[in-house]
Every structure is written in C-alpha cells, then in structure tokens.
C-alpha cells in the first residue's frame, strides 16, 4: 500500500461514500455543540421535522455567552439567573430547552464537567486518536493534537450533522510542519506557533491540513500540542494534528471517556498504526528551528503580525510589497503603535489568562510561577479564567488560585471569557491587553480594544511589571 | 435557497486584506438565536459610529452605494472564525457576491450554503478591476454562473473556479443536507462496520 499521512488514513477511514465531482460523506464520530452556533441548527431541524439521528455521538455545552464570575463570590453552580445580559440568557435558555427537547447530552451551567468546548473534549477523554471531530466553532482544530481530524463547520453543517452525522468534504491539502531542536527556557508553544504563522501568513495555511512533527514537537506535553493545533486556524489551515504517542496515551489513561480495560490496550494498538507513513508525501514542507525562537508577540490586527519580543515594530515604509505595506499601516493606525520601535516596556492595561488556546492547567502554572510572590502592578487588570471548571478544580487544588490572588489578580469560574468579548468581560476603548488568546482583530476583545498576544508566560510578566516585559528576564 | 444563474449590479469596493469574520459581524451580535435582522450589523464597527449614527466615511453609508450587490474585497476574505452570522450579514445586506483573491475555507463553504457567490479572480485580473472601477466607479460587473464567468466594467471577462457540487446547489437553489440525505442507508452500513470510538450518552455529567 503507498506510504500515507496522518491525515490520509483518518480521511480514508471516514469516508462513506463518494460520487465523481462531488465532495465525499465524511462520517462525523463526535460532535461538539454550543450555543451560539447551533440555535438555527436545531430550528433547521424543526423546519424540516428531523430529529437528532446520533445523540449518543453528540455533547453540547455552555461557554461563550456565559459570563464568567469571581470564584470565590460564587459557591455555587451558575443559574440562568446569573446572567444579566437577557440575549445570553435567552440563548443559553434556548440550548438548554434544544438539548432536552432533541436528547443531546449537556454539560450545562450546573455541571461540574462545563468549561470551553475544546477545554472539555479532551479534558473527559471525548476527544481521541484517529476519530473525526467537528464543531460549529474555528478553534476545533485543538482536538487534532491527540491525532485525531477536527475542524470547525458553519451552522448549516452542524444542522446537516445532527441529522445526518456526515458531512461533504473535499480533501484538504496536506503541509508538515517540522520544529527542529528544543526550545530554550521561557519560550513555549504559544511562541511556536506565533512564529509559525508570522512566517507563513495568516492565509499561509488555506487549503491545507498542517501536521505537526519535529524533535520540539515531541518534547511538548498535551497541553503545549493543544497550543499550536488551536492556533493553527489562525494561518488559515483547515485542522492542525499531531501524531499520537506515549505523551497521548497517557494524558487519555483513565479520563472518563477514555476506553478501560482490555479496550484501552486494543485502542492503543490501533492507534500506534496512525502516525504518517515513512515516504507518505506532503503537498508543502516549512521546517523551523525550534532552538532559534524567542518569546513571541503581536504587534498588529491579525495573528501573523508577530515579532520576536526583542524586536522592534515593523516599519511599513520599508515593506516592498504594496498592500503587506498598507495591512501593517492600517494595523499600527489602530494600535495606535509607532514603527520600529520595540514593544517591551509599552505600557499594559488589561492582562487576560485564558481562552481554548492557553487556559488549561499548564498554563496556569507558568503564569503563577512568574506571578508567585510578585504583585500586578498598579493601575493594571489581571483576568485569570481557567477553561473549565475542572481546570479551576485543580489549580485550586495545587493552591494556584491563591497565587493569584494575592497578586492581586481575579480569579474567575470557567468561560471563553475576554477571548470574545460576548460575554460581559471586555477590553474598554483604547484599552492595551496583553492576551493568551489567539485572536488580535480589531475589536476582537471589545470595540476599540488593543490586543497583543503572548503566551502565559509573557502575559503574567507584563502584568507584575505593567509594561509588555520579556518573561526571561523575571524566571 | 434562491437559484443563483446570472448577476449583474455596480460594486462596492472595499480594498481591505484579511478581512476577519470579527470585522464582517462582530461578536457582540452573536448572541441572536435566528438570523433576522443580521444585515443591519455587517461591518458594524466601520458602519457606525460609537453612538449608532453612520459612519459618513464608510464606504456602505455613501448614497451611491445602495442597491449594490457585489462586494469587491481585498486578499484572503473572511479569514477568523467559523460564524455563519457572517455570510448572513453580508446576504441579509443584500450582497449576492463577493471578489477577492482567496478566501478563507470556513467562510467559503458557509458563504456557498447561502446562496452568497465566492468570486476568486487572480491578482491581475483584481489589479484590472480595481482599476476599471477607479475609472468608472459606476461600472458594472455581470456574473454568469453557469459559464463560470465573470465580465468587468472594462469588458475583460475571466473564468472563475467552483466545485460542480455547489455550482449546481446554487444554479438549482437546493441545498445540501438532502443530497446528504439520500446516502442514508450506506451511512446505516458504515456505523455497523465501525462501532463508536465515544458514546457520550455514556455518562451524564
């Protein structure tokens, strides 16, 4: 049989059928749902009088409406009650009243299991090798970091996979990015991917899957894989994957969903067969030297406007390319940022924790292990809001939340929070955030707000020093 | 769906690269649970000003540009994230169409699945478009789908690339699920050749 990828075994594994010059039936084995893009989804279904055909494949949950709330001024579960933005309220009620009505399992405000839909997924063992992954949401791409093929679809799509379970595609081109080497100290995955997607654009990716490889690659936990797979959205690929291993296996051995017994050992065997073939080609390569990256940061109004946090702001007089040249002065109009001057010591207003990119639990404790025995400096914001309430089970556990805290940082119950500004939590006008999130579009953190984005580590510095700081100086 | 077969209107140029999903409709109108009303936030951070009003420099707010119904982008259009609240805005405005040289996949299939035409021209093709417009900025473009052609102010007419799928989802106004839906007995025979990697219902909480 020809040497096949990652990709080109899941693909060819889900595909049920395929007709000339029509995309293929790709089957769907999970299905996330949330409830800003499923409300017309389920009134679809309705209109056509079509019921969930696969509810045992399908999990819905709460995450980006809802508001998030200091934690220790809420002992309890969040209600409906709680959210005073009566359109949240609505939509929350509305997915709550879908699930029931269709019999779609949710996690819902009560649960303890709620948190960021891609938080969850491979939080409870929902999310596994080999399987394809969908949900009306971009970032799903994060799933593809235990091997498996995850993208987000519109809200048609996910009305045609709860009826249908399948959906048309066409094969994405396939792009192996390779990281070669070991990152230094203070540089970390979010830096990986920030580098990447300023080398190849944030359309660098269109078409294509990206699979992840390299020695770099290898050494990160799940956490750091889940980084760059969520991210890689952001250079405009379809899904980002990484070949599972024994770092997969493990983090998935006894997670709730995860197979148990003589099945675990079976699912194992089969998904040691996933990695790409040796010879398997790929339709672009782009190798990058792990061991050459520096923290990184955004300057500008879309993720591949990064630089090495050494360096200074591009200038656009000196960009040959006419319209590259226009994006950066546009960019730096709305930043409000001056070319060719570094970022570092540029002050910092608001510092935000979190989102489905650099939320989890590893996250949390390299943004503690800078803010430990440090305070957020006067006059600056610190949000720390882990992805799911499981996260802030745990990191309350390892005594994280009190790190914080006597920062002076808020800590705050489970949501997609500040990354979308839908929610309550927002940037003000004018306002500059160094931000974990993955998204620096004007207004993306609230209107007129000013996003940079950094890793965890980046951002906990910045908030003790007030002025964007490199984190190696303070580790 | 309305068939979509030939079209032919001024355009509204809006030379902007990697417009976002975040610019085309901003989140905070994304906690609607229809899609009404969803043409009156396209654009809304550039459309209007902080207390509501029109933005006067906004290309949409000109007087000229009403009834437009093509949309001439920059590069990479509608790159972000995956909200369908997009393509509904830009066709609750009233555009049928939109040109740029690439766009972003999510938006792509979404904007096919409302009946909202992704027009790909090459880079010179859009350089002499941008020009024609410059010149005549009253000019129309004719869009004939069928042919896959589309024909500028100054009279260069290109061919434009579409999957025959949804060309012909389009030309027909059917959508998809119920193409989808006639596979339903070779899913039924997948399923029980692959048992499920994850029953969710497996577990409540």
């Given amino acids: 049989m020809k040497p096949r990828t990652l990709y080109e075994k899941i693909w060819d594994a889900h595909v049920v059928a395929q007709e000339p010059d029509t995309p293929a039936i790709l089957y769907i084995d999970l299905h996330l749902v949330h409830e800003v893009t499923s409300p017309q989804a389920f009134q679809g279904l309705r209109e056509r009088e079509l019921s969930v055909r696969r509810p045992d494949k399908t999990m819905a949950t709460i995450d980006h409406s809802v508001p998030t709330f200091p934690a220790e001024r809420l002992a309890r579960p969040i209600t409906l009650q709680d959210i005073r933005d009566a359109q949240a309220a609505q939509q929350v009620a509305q997915l709550e009243a879908n699930a029931a009505a269709f019999g779609v399992p949710l996690l819902g405000l009560d649960s303890p299991s709620r948190g960021i839909v891609h938080v969850i997924g491979p939080e409870l063992g929902l999310t596994q090798p080999g399987m394809t992954i969908v949900c009306g949401d971009s970032h799903t791409s994060t799933h593809g970091a235990f091997g498996a093929l995850a993208f987000g679809i519109g809200t048609s799509e996910v009305e045609h996979v709860l009826a249908i379970q399948s959906l048309l595609q066409t094969r994405s081109k396939t792009m192996n990015v390779r990281f070669d080497g070991r990152l230094r100290p203070g540089v970390t995955a979010k830096d990986m991917i920030l580098a990447l997607i300023a080398e190849i654009g944030i359309g660098g990716g269109t078409g294509h899957v990206i699979e992840y490889s390299g020695e770099a690659i290898r050494a990160l936990s799940m956490e750091g894989r889940m980084t760059i797979c969520n991210m890689t959205i952001e250079a405009g690929a379809r899904a980002g994957m990484v070949a599972p291993d024994d770092t997969t296996f493990e983090y998935l051995h006894g997670r709730p969903y995860a197979p148990k017994g003589k099945a675990w050992d079976e699912a194992v065997s089969r998904w040691q067969k996933l990695p790409t073939d040796d010879g398997a080609k790929f339709d672009a390569e782009v190798v990058i030297d792990a061991g050459k990256l520096e923290p990184m940061i955004t300057y500008g109004t879309n993720p591949s406007m990064g630089i090495p946090i050494t360096a200074p702001v591009p200038d656009p007089a000196e960009l040959a390319d006419p319209t590259q040249r226009s994006s950066v002065e546009k960019a730096l109009r709305y930043m409000d940022l001056q070319p060719g001057k570094p970022l570092l010591s540029h002050p910092v207003d608001v510092v935000f924790i979190g989102s489905c990119t650099n939320s989890r639990i590893e996250d949390l404790r390299a943004a503690a292990q800078i803010v430990h025995g440090r305070k957020v400096a006067a006059g600056v914001r610190m949000l720390v809001v882990p992805g799911s309430e499981q996260v802030r089970r745990q990191a309350e556990a390892e005594g994280l939340d009190r790190v914080f805290k006597d920062a002076g940082a808020e800590w705050r119950t489970a949501g997609c929070s500040m990354c979308i500004a839908m929610n309550g939590d927002r940037l003000e006008p004018g306002q500059y955030a160094v931000s974990t999130n993955n998204r620096n579009f004007e207004g993306r953190q609230g209107k007129g707000g000013r996003t940079m984005l950094a890793s965890p580590l980046t951002a906990a510095a910045s908030a003790v020093t007030g002025v964007v700081t490199d984190p190696r100086t303070l580790i | ?205």
């Fill in chain 2, 1 to 205: 769906m309305e068939p979509f077969k030939t079209l032919r209107s001024k355009v509204v140029t809006l030379l902007i690269n990697d417009i976002d999903t975040d610019q085309i409709i901003p989140a905070r109108y994304l906690k609607a649970t229809d899609k009404i009303g969803m043409g009156d936030h396209l654009f809304a951070d550039w459309r209007y000003r902080p207390d509501g009003s029109p933005n006067p420099g906004f290309v949409l707010n000109r007087p000229e540009m009403q009834g437009r119904e093509i949309l001439l982008a920059g590069d990479n259009f509608g790159c972000g994230s995956s909200r369908e609240h997009a393509p509904w805005a830009l066709v609750g405005y009233g555009f049928r169409a939109v040109i740029s040289t690439s766009f972003a996949d999510i938006f792509r299939n979404n904007a096919l699945k409302n009946g909202l035409l992704p027009v790909v021209v090459s880079a010179d093709a859009h350089q002499e478009l941008v020009a024609d417009l410059k010149h005549d900025p009253a000019g129309e473009v004719a869009i004939n789908l069928a042919a896959q052609t589309i024909t500028f102010p100054g009279g260069r007419t290109e061919r434009f690339p579409i999957d025959s799928f949804s060309k012909h989802c389009l030309l027909e106004g059917v959508d998809q699920l119920g193409y989808l839906q006639s596979w339903l007995p070779r899913i039924k025979a997948y399923e029980a050749e692959h048992p499920a990697p994850v029953q969710t219902t497996a577990r409540s909480r």
